[in-house]
């Protein structure tokens, strides 16, 4: 443990050192929730619009590797009514204490896991998002700076947003978008964060269930080599902004934030995981199962990937961290 790093909110959660893991959806699953948890950090099971019976398994094999805290992320904007309520009762029925919820704040998801006794963090890209999630009874808030990979719900710098955030909010805050090294770390502690919230620098590490070609995409890819677009909007509302690696659609249909509708998109086959088809344009990105045109699909990250240079146990990524931003902090103090 480092003394030097433990914050408040290493107590809210439970973990020895201020560093989430993002839910990821298909990326984060139990073996990369596994080794952060076990290394100290805090993680997240990415179970969006993942079938109830999944996200069982999951969540079995996660405690069977560990028994440190976890929540499980969903997201309720993007996610079927009726698949939500299944998925939210089977994580109740399961025990589950901790949720992660993003993009729109709804009140009513937050108060159902709340009235059963368990602590919400929520993801958000807005100020306003955040005196919304806090109002509707968020324990925790991660501020998303438009760097971050994936799903990208503002258009304000990190630390720009976490330093209002943190001006008005009666909960801890957390980091997120960007940061991959100790020196991020150390910067948004300093600036206030309890924590950092780290996605692009998971995903590169070998126990993450990203296809092997995404990992070495993110790992030859510099931050300017990361687009905003939201032509990757399939399975989500309308213009729902996505951070990737820019590849042959993003090049072809320019990667600005143009107003792709998902209902006026063409749904052409281009991959398959485990079965199912993979459409292009849509949120799905290459899994350790999938085959097909890779290059094509969504290559989510952040514009962090350019401090990443290899993939690496989970374990060691925290290390390289806890120990980058203990020496920032000894180096400030002289």
Same mark, same amino acid.
């Given at each position: 443990?480092?003394?030097?790093?433990?914050?408040?909110?290493?107590?809210?959660?439970?973990?020895?050192?201020?560093?989430?893991?993002?839910?990821?959806?298909? $990326?984060?699953?139990?073996?990369?929730?596994?080794?952060?948890?076990?290394?100290?950090?805090?993680?997240?099971?990415?179970?969006?619009?993942?079938?109830?019976?999944?996200?069982?398994?999951?969540?079995?094999?996660?405690?069977?590797? =560990?028994?440190?805290?976890?929540?499980?992320?969903?997201?309720?904007?993007?996610?079927?009514?009726?698949?939500?309520?299944?998925?939210?009762?089977?994580?109740?029925?399961?025990?589950?204490?901790?949720?992660?919820?993003?993009?729109?704040?709804?009140?009513?998801?937050?108060?159902?896991?709340?009235?059963?006794?368990?602590?919400?963090?929520?993801?958000?890209?807005?100020?306003?998002?955040?005196?919304?999630?806090?109002?509707?009874?968020?324990?925790?808030?991660?501020?998303?700076?438009?760097?971050?990979?994936?799903?990208?719900?503002?258009?304000?710098?990190?630390?720009?947003?976490?330093?209002?955030?943190?001006?008005?909010?009666?909960?801890?805050?957390?980091?997120?978008?960007?940061?991959?090294?100790?020196?991020?770390?150390?910067?948004?502690?300093?600036?206030?964060?309890?924590?950092?919230?780290?996605? =692009?620098?998971?995903?590169?590490?070998?126990?993450?269930?990203?296809?092997?070609?995404?990992?070495?995409?993110?790992?030859?890819?510099?931050?300017?080599?990361?687009?905003?677009?939201?032509?990757?909007?399939?399975?989500?509302?309308?213009?729902?902004?996505?951070? $990737?690696?820019?590849?042959?659609?993003?090049?072809?249909?320019?990667?600005?934030?143009?107003?792709?509708?998902?209902?006026?998109?063409?749904?052409?086959?281009?991959?398959?995981?485990?079965?199912?088809?993979?459409?292009?344009?849509?949120?799905?990105?290459?899994?350790? =199962? =999938?085959?097909?045109?890779?290059?094509?699909?969504?290559?989510?990250?952040?514009?962090?990937?350019?401090?990443?240079?290899?993939?690496?146990?989970?374990?060691?990524?925290?290390?390289?961290?806890?120990?980058?931003?203990?020496?920032?902090?000894?180096?400030?103090?002289?």
């Amino acid at each position: 443990m480092s003394r030097t790093l433990y914050t408040p909110l290493c107590d809210v959660l439970g973990c020895d050192v201020p560093i989430l893991l993002a839910g990821m959806g298909g $990326v984060a699953r139990w073996e990369l929730a596994a080794a952060v948890a076990n290394a100290g950090g805090y993680a997240m099971l990415g179970m969006v619009r993942e079938d109830p019976d999944l996200i069982a398994r999951e969540v079995t094999a996660l405690r069977a590797a =560990t028994d440190r805290n976890f929540a499980v992320n969903v997201i309720p904007a993007a996610t079927e009514a009726g698949l939500l309520d299944r998925q939210i009762g089977r994580c109740l029925d399961l025990g589950v204490r901790d949720f992660t919820f993003f993009w729109d704040v709804v009140p009513e998801a937050v108060a159902r896991v709340k009235a059963a006794g368990c602590k919400v963090l929520h993801q958000v890209g807005t100020v306003e998002a955040a005196r919304q999630a806090e109002g509707a009874g968020a324990d925790v808030l991660i501020a998303q700076g438009v760097e971050a990979g994936g799903h990208v719900h503002g258009r304000v710098g990190g630390l720009v947003l976490l330093e209002q955030v943190v001006a008005g909010a009666g909960v801890p805050v957390v980091a997120s978008g960007g940061i991959a090294t100790g020196a991020g770390l150390a910067a948004a502690l300093a600036m206030g964060a309890g924590g950092v919230h780290c996605g =692009t620098a998971f995903l590169a590490t070998e126990e993450s269930f990203a296809h092997q070609y995404h990992k070495e995409r993110v790992v030859a890819a510099g931050a300017e080599d990361t687009v905003l677009t939201d032509v990757y909007v399939l399975n989500w509302p309308a213009q729902a902004a996505v951070r $990737v690696i820019a590849n042959s659609v993003t090049d072809r249909l320019g990667f600005d934030l143009l107003g792709h509708d998902p209902d006026r998109l063409p749904r052409e086959v281009i991959a398959w995981e485990e079965g199912r088809p993979l459409y292009r344009y849509s949120t799905d990105s290459p899994l350790r =199962t =999938t085959v097909g045109a890779m290059e094509e699909m969504a290559l989510f990250a952040g514009q962090g990937a350019g401090a990443i240079g290899d993939i690496v146990p989970a374990a060691e990524r925290i290390r390289r961290m806890v120990a980058g931003a203990e020496a920032c902090f000894r180096c400030m103090a002289g």
